[in-house]
Structures are given as C-alpha cells and as structure tokens.
C-alpha cells in the first residue's frame, strides 16, 4: 500500500529507513520523522539521513565496517571487498 500521513504518528517506530523510488514522498517522510525527533535513512539521499549503514567485512572474530556517510556507497564496498 502507499504511504500515509498517518504511518509515523500512529504506529511511534524508534527508527525509519525510506527507500522508494518517489523523492517527494521520501523527503516527506524525513519531514515528519524530524518533526517528531524520529531518526530517517532516506535511501540514495544522504542530506535527508540521520543515520548510514556501513559496508561491512567479517572474518572469525574481526569485524571491519566501512562508511563514507551516504556520499559513496559503491567506494565503501570496493574498500570492505579489498579488506
């Protein structure tokens, strides 16, 4: 189903993570996540992101994470892959 205004203020989540192919719905969405001091990840939009995922490289009990905060997610594979 599509977004409503009503998702964030009805159902209170601790954390949202957008990643839709309509800008003007994500940016929204940000919108009312800020309103309500709710941290966002706006998919493919680092200036609407509270918080980024990092890539990351696990060997036994080495655990690596690699981020460039949004602005070069593809860097941040071909990093943790050379790890």
């Known amino acids: 189903r599509l977004y409503e205004e ?3 203020s009805s159902s209170k989540p601790d954390m949202v993570l957008t990643a839709i192919d309509n ?3 994500s940016t929204s ?3 009312e996540c800020r309103l309500r ?3 966002v990840n706006v998919a493919d ?3 609407l992101c509270d918080f980024f995922f990092m890539s990351e ?3 036994g009990p080495l655990q690596i994470g690699v981020s460039t905060n949004g602005n070069g997610p593809a860097l941040a594979i071909r990093v943790r892959k050379h790890i």
């Open 45 to 47: 939009v680092p200036d």
């Open 29 to 31: 969405i940000a919108k």
């Open 37 to 39: 001091n709710i941290p």
């Open 6 to 8: 009503t998702d964030i």
């Open 57 to 59: 490289h696990r060997d």
């Open 23 to 25: 800008q003007t719905v």
